[in-house]
């Protein structure tokens, strides 16, 4: 393992620490259990410059909207399915495929990683008792887009606006 000693943590790396602090503070604020989606949506939309983290933030959103919309009929479907925990093992793989046809019908390949994710994420929740499958679901969505727009104005608005190419996180 090589040590890289010169390195200096550079103003993309700030701006997601603050990025992550607020979408922690908003999620507290809220009383919201879970302040991982939104931290994880911040940490990844976070790009060198505001354009960037604008397209980044558009494509995590339109993932988590495919992503939660397959995961979501496949926990509806659940509950008809006898022995789902089961049969989920063989419905799994056809839901990333339906997420990845979605994306790719409308021309948003770089939607797919995040659409697979967040299906995953909704059907590892089954057997959980909340109350409402549909709920859990616009939540992981606003989760998201809570960090989509914290991660866009963060930054567009800290330490003089759009970050100068070459930054590193």
């Given at each position: ?154 930054n567009r608005f800290t330490f003089g ?9």
């Open positions: 393992m090589i040590i890289n000693k010169g390195y200096r943590i550079g103003l993309r790396a700030i701006k997601t620490a603050i990025a992550v602090f607020f979408c922690a503070l908003i999620s507290t604020l809220f009383k919201r259990e879970d302040i991982f989606c939104a931290s994880i949506a911040t940490v990844i939309c976070m790009e060198q410059t505001y354009k960037q983290t604008i397209e980044t933030g558009m494509n995590r959103f339109i993932g988590t909207i495919i992503g939660g919309a397959v995961g979501y009929v496949a926990l509806e479907l659940s509950e008809y399915i006898p022995y789902y925990e089961w049969v989920r093992i063989f419905v799994l793989p056809f839901c990333i495929l339906s997420v990845i046809y979605i994306c790719n019908m409308i021309n948003r390949k770089s939607s797919v990683s995040i659409g697979c994710v967040v299906v995953l994420v909704i059907l590892a929740r089954l057997g959980d008792p909340m109350s409402s499958t549909f709920i859990y679901v616009v939540f992981r969505v606003m989760d998201t887009l809570v960090g989509v727009f914290v991660a866009t104005v963060i606006g759009p970050m100068k190419e070459g930054s590193e996180k």
